[in-house]
């Protein structure tokens, strides 16, 4: 048999798989569904935890370097930036200071960290914060309704907070101290006044209430005795006594005092004037004397992260590659289940000329075709669907879905389910081999 013949045989062989299968079109098109899902499944969860993963990055892509207490730095990372946890100790202004001014350094913000607003963080930083700060694909935060920080007294809140809480610009809010849903003393004596409402992200920041330091650092004096001025830049009555029975103003003891009546601090976010910087701040962050300390480097931290969650990972794998196993094997029961009732027909095949393996090779083929008509319905499906969630899993969970060319790894898999299909239809294909050899050109029942 030369090339032409083999391709008429094929291309008669693919007629007639066609027919056949518009002959058991419901049957078909259940089988064909099954696999498209599956398919599906197993590609949209590729992507959703690719998308996840760019997620985590993207939330900590402006940050070169997180400085805290000496502690580990995956705790760093989930304390400072997703507010879960807390750091080990606290770390000094002075500390603050010296790390801002390092040559390397182009920007530093500070972090005070351990109280909550009915179960949401509450960060208290500077303006910069919000100058520095990117989510997503280097996006700045905006808001949505109000103004930034502007007095000691001034709260900024997430969109999530607002949104669960319903609350609103100009209304007043209570911290407590406490993390969670835990909170061991509640701060009435020195409440806030949202300013504004951010825009929602998909990020940590939605979930966290932003004050300024000096507001933070009042809420948290000793006697509690200190009372917030709107129209003071500290926050705190700076009203004190000298050795000699004498008040003063601190106000007027210059740019110093102030700073120092923001206290202690959790961590420092810090921006570094070049990429390769890194290692040479964070061994110098490492070697540092006042106080141990410790540079987190979110990239590599995250690293770790994606290390402890592969079980997790590997486990939603294996429940996709369960669905389309069994999608394959629906395949193989639509074919196995329909032989008998296709008897009839193979004995008409042979009495027209038709092998026994000729036959074979036609269920063969009828099962490739559903698997790849599966495959390619489940892959449109998601180009259609991807897009359409896009914008809510974007708003929801800061998620960005994007259907673009095939990954090497998504193209083995479905590689792999082409074969695993032709494996499968082998099973039907064998059996109706033996039934045509047995039946000959009449059907033996």
């Not at 951010?198 to 940590?204: A, D, F, K, V, Y």
């Not at 701040?281 to 402890?308: C, D, H, K, N």
Request: charged letters at 15%; hydrophobic letters at 50%.
């Amino acid at each position: 048999m030369d090339d032409s013949q083999r391709k008429q045989v094929c291309l008669e062989m693919i007629g007639l798989a066609l027919k056949s299968l518009q002959s058991r079109l419901f049957t078909a098109v259940l089988t064909v569904l099954a696999v498209a899902m599956s398919v599906a499944l197993l590609i949209g969860v590729e992507r959703i935890r690719e998308a996840a993963r760019n997620g985590f990055s993207d939330t900590v892509s402006g940050i070169d370097l997180i400085v805290a207490a000496r502690g580990d730095d995956l705790q760093i990372l989930l304390a400072t930036v997703f507010g879960i946890g807390s750091t080990a100790n606290s770390v000094s202004w002075e500390t603050y200071e010296e790390i801002r001014d390092l040559p390397n350094v182009a920007w530093a913000v500070p972090l005070a960290l351990g109280d909550t607003h009915a179960g949401f963080p509450v960060v208290g930083t500077t303006p910069e914060y919000f100058d520095h700060y990117r989510y997503g694909k280097g996006r700045p935060l905006a808001l949505k309704d109000g103004q930034m920080l502007i007095d000691d007294t001034d709260a900024v809140i997430g969109f999530e907070v607002a949104s669960s809480l319903g609350y609103q610009v100009g209304m007043t809010i209570v911290n407590a101290h406490g993390g969670g849903e835990i909170e061991t003393e509640v701060h009435s004596e020195t409440p806030f006044t949202i300013s504004a409402v951010l825009e929602r992200t998909g990020s940590p920041v939605d979930r966290m209430v932003f004050v300024s330091l000096e507001g933070f650092a009042a809420i948290h004096s000793e006697d509690n005795e200190s009372t917030l001025d709107p129209l003071s830049n500290t926050g705190l009555d700076m009203t004190t006594t000298d050795v000699d029975g004498a008040t003063t103003n601190s106000m007027d003891q210059g740019h110093d005092d102030h700073e120092h009546a923001r206290g202690s601090i959790n961590a420092i976010y810090v921006g570094l004037t070049a990429p390769e910087a890194a290692l040479a701040v964070q061994r110098y962050v490492g070697e540092f004397q006042a106080e141990p300390l410790t540079a987190a480097m979110p990239t590599a931290t995250l690293f770790r992260l994606w290390s402890i969650t592969s079980i997790a990972e590997a486990s939603l794998r294996a429940v996709s590659a369960a669905v389309v196993l069994a999608g394959l094997f629906g395949l193989v029961v639509m074919f196995t289940a329909t032989l008998d009732a296709r008897r009839r027909e193979f004995a008409i095949l042979r009495s027209i000329g038709a092998t026994p393996t000729y036959v074979a090779g036609l269920v063969l083929v009828e099962a490739m075709m559903v698997a790849l008509a599966g495959i390619l319905i489940g892959l449109l499906s998601l180009a259609v669907i991807l897009p359409i969630l896009t914008p809510v899993f974007t708003q929801k969970y800061g998620l960005t879905l994007v259907f673009s060319s095939l990954s090497s790894w998504e193209i083995g898999i479905i590689g792999f389910i082409l074969i695993a299909a032709l494996v499968a239809s082998v099973i039907p294909a064998s059996r109706v081999f033996r039934q045509t050899l047995s039946d000959g050109l009449s059907i033996r029942l």
